[in-house]
């Protein structure tokens, strides 16, 4: 079985709130830097420059921001195949990023508050200690309108693995030793690294 996946339209949308949410934040912020400087008494001038600056900045992120988002969500899409999950991705380099099943301890259902509007979610995908991106997740899945049924559907891939007709099947554990050994003799070369 292969199921393919698109995420949804509305994660353009929520996107476009994210990027009203920085710019709210930023014209805040630029607001209040406005009164500190008219409290101090500085040349009517400088404040006019300084808004210029903010808003020509303002201007250039929406102008790159919008075209990369869009082009970002068209080349995402996500597979969900009998032993894993692809998450194909990118804009000028396309990559597939591919999930064993075997691999994955669970999975996070995750719906800001732009995700409730929208009627959206986001699935985040644990695996055993090898995620190497700074959120800790090995893949995400955003804009998912059928979320519930998806969770359900990959938790129970997940559950259908590790028990076969009622037992707990035993995992073939020798690669697993293999890479234990390896990393504990690079784990040894690091010490020996850092106490000469």
Same mark, same amino acid.
């Given at each position: %079985? $292969?199921?393919? &996946?698109? +995420?949804?339209?509305? !994660?353009? *949308?929520?996107?476009?709130?994210? !990027? ?7 014209l805040?912020?630029a607001? #209040? &830097? ?16 300084f808004?210029?600056?903010? #808003?020509?900045? #303002? ?7 919008? +075209? @990369?988002?869009?082009?970002w ?10 032993? /894993?999950?692809?998450?194909n991705?990118? &804009?000028?380099?396309? *990559?597939?990023?591919?999930? +064993? ?9 995750h /719906? ?7 009627? *959206?979610?986001?699935?985040? *995908?644990? =695996? ?14 955003s804009? @998912? ?6 969770h @359900? ?5 997940i ?7 009622? =037992?707990?099947? =035993? +995992?073939?554990? =020798? $690669? ?6 390896? %990393? !504990?003799?690079? #784990?040894?070369? &690091? ?6």
């Amino acid at each position: %079985m $292969h199921k393919i &996946i698109e +995420p949804s339209k509305k !994660l353009f *949308i929520k996107q476009i709130f994210v !990027l009203l949410t920085f710019t709210l934040i930023i014209l805040i912020a630029a607001y #209040l &830097i406005d009164l500190v400087v008219s409290v101090v008494g500085e040349d009517f001038s400088v404040i006019t420059v300084f808004w210029y600056v903010i #808003l020509i900045l #303002l201007a250039l992120l929406w102008v790159i921001a919008i +075209p @990369l988002t869009k082009m970002w969500i068209s080349n995402l899409r996500y597979g969900i195949r009998v032993d /894993r999950i692809s998450i194909n991705k990118g &804009i000028w380099t396309k *990559i597939e990023q591919n999930i +064993p099943f075997r691999s994955v301890t669970d999975f996070q259902l995750h /719906r800001s508050i732009y995700d409730r509007i929208l009627g *959206i979610a986001t699935i985040k *995908i644990q =695996t055993a200690g090898q995620s190497q991106s700074a959120s800790g997740y090995e893949g995400i899945l955003s804009g @998912l309108t059928n979320f519930e049924e998806l969770h @359900l559907e990959l938790r129970e891939k997940i559950k259908s693995l590790f028990t076969k007709g009622g =037992t707990v099947t =035993t +995992p073939d554990t =020798t $690669h697993n030793d293999q890479m234990l050994l390896l %990393m !504990l003799e690079e #784990l040894k070369q &690091i010490r020996k690294n850092t106490d000469k």
